[in-house]
């Protein structure tokens, strides 16, 4: 290899240490998989040493954020810097009242921050319409996973006020906890109480967690490199262009990103979780197959579980939870998932999508009396499913088109202009893509006890027959894949 071939490999063995915005690094790319098997042995090695594996886990973690969202980590370690020094000060206090004060200030700056970056353009917008002003959008760049990192850090100083944890010793402990890189971008959203102990015991991972996680890992893989990124391709144009589509191409359009989202962002909590076992560390269960839900409650019992419980025990709760009488209980839960809508986007979509999921929670909480009445027969069972699949699938039409009105429009085609005539013809033309949704069906609704079964015949089985799996799933993901590497859906939360 002549000079300029040596310096050409260098030149792109370099690019790949550099942000691009173009191409963050994710979980379903080859180069995630590439730097972590490198990371791998290093970490290994440096195990039986908390301090040194504390501090080369923080320089991969800042390192995979700086990939995913440049110079952005940066404000990372100044927020766990700010955050990790504030519970210290509540800590020391003496004074209720002094607590009660840097508590507001380590909240609000953590929301500040949030609601610049997430927010500044969405209200001044607002604001904007109201006077009929000249408005131009600001340049903000909107840093990846700063919704899920924020979370974290409030909890983590609330828990220290109300004295349920004591604050970490070490600067460097609590950094890992907010920048540890298989949960940093995407959730699940990680609470101190469960993770700081583990960081204290540095507990080697056994063989049944390490294959355990591996398992994870390719289940996550399946779900968001193969199946949701496959099944995507058609429900974007449905999306993209709903005027020219049938109802029943908008209403095959609307189940497929019902789950796609799943699979999208259930796949990241499995990749997510199983990194995390293979490390060693637990961030416990994150989805529940929410699709098997009868009714809304239970929906948000497993869906985005991590997120939900955080709403309840840091928002539903303060606000009066079901203590203050029925009105406020269903005050209090529309008001979350209202503030949840919104914490998924700056956009009115959102704000309804969130606010009609609290209208649903208060619906079935002031019919469950009714509803109790009721044999619990295989019909009723059916039935009350149904009810709630259907209504959160219109919900997720909200979600995800561009506009307000062509969500309206892309429910109008399905009631206006839907003709099962045409699914025959649908069938034959689509056939992979209703193949994978049967699939997903199937996967989804298999009970756990036989999900279970298939891990631990996984983790028994030989290393030959796990390694033949592997390469097999990474066959499909490769027959499979689009042009380019899809984002996760969650990366814009």
Known sequence: MDNAGTLEVVRNIGNLFIYDGKTPLLFSSGLFWFLFILFLPVYILLKKSKAKMVFFVIVFSLFFYYKSSGWFFLMLIATSLADWLLSWVIFKSRSKGKKQVWLCVSICLSLSVLGYFKYANFFLWNWNAMVEGNFQPLEIILPVGI????????????????????????????????????????????????FLPQIKKNLEADSRMIWGGLWLVIIGIIKKALIADYISQYNDLIFNDPQIYTGLQALMGVMGYTMQIYCDFSGYSDMAIGLALIMGFRLGTNFDSPYQSRNLTEFWRRWHISLSTWLRDYLYIPLGGNRKGTFRTYLNNFLTMLIGGLWHGAAWKFVFWGAMHGVGLAVHKSCKPLLDKIPDNAATIFFSWLLTF???????????????SDSILIIKNIFVDFKLSQLPEFISVRYVWCVMMAALVVMHFVPQSWADKLQFYFIKAPWIVKFVIFIFVVQLVIEFMVAEVQPFIYFQF
């Not at 983590?156 to 004591?166: E, L, P, S």
Request: overall charge positive.
């Open 390 to 404: 259907i209504y959160v699938s219109f919900l997720w039409v909200f979600f995800r088109a561009a506009s307000f």
């Open 147 to 194: 919704s899920f990192y924020t979370f974290q850090s409030i909890s983590y100083v609330v828990d220290v006020y109300k004295r349920k944890i004591t604050p970490t010793r070490s600067w460097f402990d609590y950094l890992f906890f907010l920048s540890f890189f298989p949960a940093l971008v995407a959730g699940p959203i990680v609470r101190a109480d469960y």
